[in-house]
Structure formats: C-alpha cells, structure tokens
C-alpha cells in the first residue's frame, strides 16, 4: 500500500524539534579517500543489492513528506559516482510538499553530470572545497583532482545553478593558508562558502582536539585580510551555520562549528543511510531499519512511517563531542552520509 495521506507533521521530537530535512545516502562509495572520512587502508562497499534502489529511496520519501519532511539532501559516499543519479532527483522533485533537493559533491564527476541534474531539477548544490592547492588536496583527499573539482564547479554555473555553496572543511596544520584563497575565490565567483569545523567520524580515528581549526580562528584569519565581520541574523534557526558579513564591504561567509558551538537544539536532520537505516545524529548509536521493512513485501506505509516516529521519539538532546560523555559512532562519515 503507498496511501500516506492520513499522516501529518508527526516528527516532533521530546525537546520540540521539528523535523523538516532528510539526508539521504545514495552510496557509501567514493572516487576519492578523504583522510577525515575514509580509511587509507583497503575497504569493503556495501554490496550493490544492500544498497536502496531509486524506487525505494522515492517510497521512502513519499513517507517521509506525509510525515513533514520538506527538504532532501542527496549524499554519500560520493553521490556522483552511483549511476544517474539525476533519476533520482527527478523522482523526489515531483513528490507532493517537497520544497528543496539538494545534492552535496566532492564535484569529481560534476562537469560530466551539472547539466543533466540541472535538468532534473536539482534547486542547490554543495560542493566539498578545502583547499585551492593542489599538492593539500592530494594529502586530504589521497588522490589527484583539484583541476577536476574546479571544472566541475564552473560546470555548475554554466549549468544555470544559482544556489551554490562551497564546504571548506578546516584542519589545523593543514588549510590554515587556504582561508583567504577560498574566501577570493569565493566572491569573486559570487559562490556562497562556509568553513566547517573537524568532526571525529573519520574511519581511521585520527581526530584529535588539536587538529580542529575552530570557526572563530577562521574568522580571525579572514577579519585580517577583509576587515571586520558582523552576524548576521539567523533566517532558518535550523541552519547549522552561522553567517558573517562585513561590516564594511560586501561578502558573506558561513561557519559551522560543531565542535566548538554544537548547534543540536536547532537540528531539524535525520539522515536515511545508503542502506535504508534511519539515523536520527550523524552521532546516533542506533539506526531504525527500513530496508527490512520495504522488501518484506506488501507493507503499508504506515509501518515505514513508525519507523520515522520511533526515530524521532529517541532522539538525544545532541552529541557531545570532546567531553568525555562521548560515544564515537560505529560508522564513519561515508558510511553514513553527510
Ligand atoms: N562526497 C561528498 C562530499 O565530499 O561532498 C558528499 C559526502 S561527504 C561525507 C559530505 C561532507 O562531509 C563533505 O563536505 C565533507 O567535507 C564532510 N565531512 C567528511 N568527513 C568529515 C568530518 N570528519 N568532519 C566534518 N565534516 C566531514
Ligand atoms: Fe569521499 Fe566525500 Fe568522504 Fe571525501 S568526504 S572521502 S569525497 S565521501
């Protein structure tokens, strides 16, 4: 049975949080190896019948939206290197109550695909940008492509997308110079960016405190080259960033600090991971299953959306990274999506 209509706006959690925004993982593979999300050693993917099918992934939605869900983010692993996946957001765009699909890259493949995803219309692309070096892309990302994420970029725009934002993930030691380059590049491209603080989700376990460039000490490097910033009223409490401005020349820049500013009590996000597990934190220890649930055969809707309840009811009050209350999740960043 696929007949939802008889649910509504039952995602409210015990501390009043509304849930609105559903990240879901398409895959947990990647053309890359990121040192904050991927091992360097060898990894085994999810084999390809654990992974949701489109048509899955798009019933889900449907439920999800009768529950009032209104925003879909498409993630992974790396989005772009599961097949077409343009068909998928051409699937969510069309469900009834759904307001934004987002789609978040490293941009590897986007020159490829930017038009087709365009297309289907995708309304926002994030796009994973740390550093305009190539020789620290490489060391992040363990592998060569700079040239290929800035094509991509450019690809975007030439596509027709006008909401862009470029990720800088910060690392102390690392992209300390990279600050004021990805800021010019940034306005001079008139491309949104927000600078994210260093999570301990990456499979190798090489977070440390010390390693993570906090948004204030971003801010402070771009204050002495542009001048002071002031924040700017927050639209979407939601939102995990916040945003600065300058007090006296035009640009805006958004900080997401999660480790050193946790910004939980606002958090309106639960994740689907690419092999339909609800998770309701990046940091949740348990995961609601509804891959199970879908192919056990003629299900009602009603079922998949218990499992969001169920979700929902148990969320914590948010994560506490760097205290020592703090449960490492069993999976890493890829592998649930981010
Ligand atoms: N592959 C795509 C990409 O890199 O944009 C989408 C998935 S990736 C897991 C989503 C985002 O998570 C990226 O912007 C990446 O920088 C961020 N990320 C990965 N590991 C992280 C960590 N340990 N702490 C904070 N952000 C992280
Ligand atoms: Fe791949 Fe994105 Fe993880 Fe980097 S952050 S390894 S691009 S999934």
Known sequence: MSDSSFLSDSLVDRFGRMHRSLRVSVTDRCNIRCFYCMPAGPLAFL???EVLTYEEIARVARVATSLGIQKFRITGGEPLVRSEVWRLVDR???????????LTTNGLLL??????????????????LDTLREEIFERIARHRGLYRVLDGI???????????????????????????????????RGLELRFIEFMPLDADESWKTERVLSGDAVRAV????????????RQDPSQPAVDFEFADRPGRIGFINPVT?????????????AEGQ?????????????RSLLREGEIDDAELAAQF??????????????????????????????
């Open 278 to 290: 609800i998770r309701n934190c990046l940091f949740s220890t348990r995961e609601w299953d509804l």
């Open 154 to 188: 450019a690809a975007a725009q030439d596509a027709g997308f006008t909401k862009i934002r470029l990720n800088a993930l910060s690392i102390r030691g690392l992209t300390e110079e990279d600050i004021v380059p990805l800021a010019a590049y940034a306005f001079e």
């Open 309 to 338: 309840a169920a979700a929902v009811t148990e969320k914590k009050a948010g994560h506490v990274i760097d205290t020592p209350a703090f449960l490492r999740p069993e999976r890493a960043m890829y592998q649930i999506g981010g």
């Open 261 to 273: 500013a946790p910004f939980c009590g606002d958090c309106d996000r639960l994740r689907l991971t």
């Open 222 to 233: 771009i204050e002495d080259t542009y001048g002071p910033m002031i924040p700017v009223t």
């Open 111 to 128: 020159a490829e695909q930017a038009t087709q995803l365009a297309r289907a219309g995708l309304d926002r692309i994030n796009i994973s």
């Open 92 to 102: 969510l765009v069309c469900i009834d109550g759904v307001e934004e699909v987002a």
């Open 47 to 49: 084999p390809r019948q």
